[in-house]
């Protein structure tokens, strides 16, 4: 197929005609700026801590919000990354990570479950498992938000990106549809959380309308590192198979993920904003939460 | 025949030739979920697979 702007050869068929890698490269960035610029997910005040992980979701946010601090003379980004102790699987993503941000000077940060909680998720996880029956996801999802979190007020970043996609998004419209988690939804959405408590970072999602396969393909045409590793602890999920279901419905129909995500957007105006004003702290750490113990502090009191 | 080799799965298929399209169906593999190169060069689903062409799949799903 031939791209719609000019006489190359097409590398990806989008809902309004095919694109060459220049002219996909461009309608990716332009999209991404569009998103950060409508929703207002960054200003010239803000100081941005990424999320990242190492894999494609992440470099590309890190990397479109230099670009973008740039353009506007914003104060530049910087990087922040979690260590679970997973191994075979984080040391690896750590690494590339590393790599990039050596090769495009962002400050990387580095935070770990074995320094923060004293074990690994793997050292964890059996102690915690025997006595909750909690699998390792429910663990490493808890203290990660957790050490995000504190990681980025550390920081003293106002704006935590991460790199949610259009594919993230919709899923977790759909789960949370299909499960009645009414309460969930309008935390959902490019800027999750308005109207939070102090202690909680601002999190934006600059890749909101970004596919898993164009994300793909911007970091393969860029040439950034990403090698492909799956975590162990991966399960097919409830997760898991609404992503199947959806990546079925697009290729048979395609724009059924953007549209989940455009009615989703267009509900949400009708959700009064929540104002989690009275949300408390943690009495051991200090951390924001609604109970006297929070999730992460009660997890490592089981250690 | 085609040859077309698994990023995720590191498994190798050899499929009759045809298109993109038609090579993943007989694979049984989403087009959404991959992307498709030859050559360094990602192709389209309608792009024609010659015979003797090595196919990569990319998957574009990050697990974890
Ligand atoms: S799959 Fe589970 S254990 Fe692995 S990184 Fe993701 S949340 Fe953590
Ligand atoms: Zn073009
Ligand atoms: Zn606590």
Redesign the pocket.
Known sequence: MQCLKCDKDAVITLQHGALCPSHFLAYFEKKVFKTISKYNLVTSTDRVCVAASGGKDSLTVLYLLKKYAEQHRYPPPQALIIN?G?AG?RDGTIKDLELFCNEHNVPLHKKSFKKQFGKD?DEAYPIINSKTKKK??NI??VW?RYLINKGAKELDATVLATGHNLDDEAQAVMMNIMKANHALLPKLGPKSGTGTHKDFVQRVKPLYFCSEKETRLYTLLKKFKVAYTE?P??VQSYRADVRDVLNQMEEKYPGTKTAVINSFLHISKLYPVQENVNIGSCTICNEPSNKNVCNACTLEGML | MVTVHNEKTGTQHTTKRGSVKEILKEININSETVLVVRNNTVLTLDKEVKEDDVLMLLSVIS??
């Open positions: 679970e997973i699987y998720l390792p996801c490493c999802g990660r975590c602890n991966v | 697990g974890g």
